[in-house]
């Protein structure tokens, strides 16, 4: 288990060293940008923002809802942590920065590969195509850091400044989805999509098709506390 744990630990070290370097990496393909475009790379940081929260949604709602902690490859490393975070919230509090951040990284690298392999951003239209694959993979690759947060009774002032702005996940919005059953607001990078996904009822209506054709492999305990 030592071992495992070792091996565990120095892929999610090498996972947010190779994230950091490749995406300043592709970073640097923006530059020099023109004056007036600054203004459209930061812009696409808002539908940046709004794909990354659905897209945490979608992995929290599967994370919690379908396959079993032991289950090969992703058992251990993403579906036990969701599942760990029922049981204990304050958990990930407790787990430090690589393991915390690890695994959102290595899940974020592809973005960042994508954004290096298209053609030099030259134009307008291209630069904010790359911006904005940069923008939903920073966020998609510290999300788990952003859940934290939202979990913690103090936090830097700057945290705290976005959170009560709405611009990241505040502990109010997220104490939402610590209701029993734990079965509303999946999102947890801004919580921007929970209301309209909410609303909709969204993931318990792909929750009961796919239920209809058919069932989850090896039985465990959801977060929601109904046999899998």
Known sequence: ???????????????????????????????PIPGPQWALVILMLFPAATAADALSGAVHWFADTWLAEDTPWIGSWVIAPFREHHRDPEAIARHD????????????????????????PETAPARMA?????????????????????????????VAWLQRWGCI????????????????????TNGWCNAALDRLGLFGRVERAVRR????????????????
């Open 169 to 188: 996940l505040s502990p109010r919005a997220h104490a939402l989805h610590h209701r029993a059953p734990h079965a509303t607001a999946y999102c947890v």
């Open 130 to 158: 790359v911006a904005g694959l940069l923008w939903l993979a920073a966020l998609l690759a510290f999300t788990n850091q952003i859940h934290c947060w939202a979990h913690q009774a103090r936090v830097p002032r700057p």
């Open 1 to 31: 288990m030592a071992l495992r744990s070792r091996w565990l630990t120095a892929l999610e070290v090498g996972s947010i060293l190779g994230f950091s370097v490749l995406w300043g990496l592709a970073a640097e393909r923006l530059f």
């Open 213 to 228: 054709l058919a069932s989850p492999r090896g039985a465990t305990r959801s977060a929601r506390g109904d046999l899998r």
């Open 97 to 120: 920065v690589w393991e915390r951040n690890g695994n959102g990284c290595l899940a974020a690298l592809p973005l960042v590969g994508l954004a290096l392999y298209l053609p030099a």
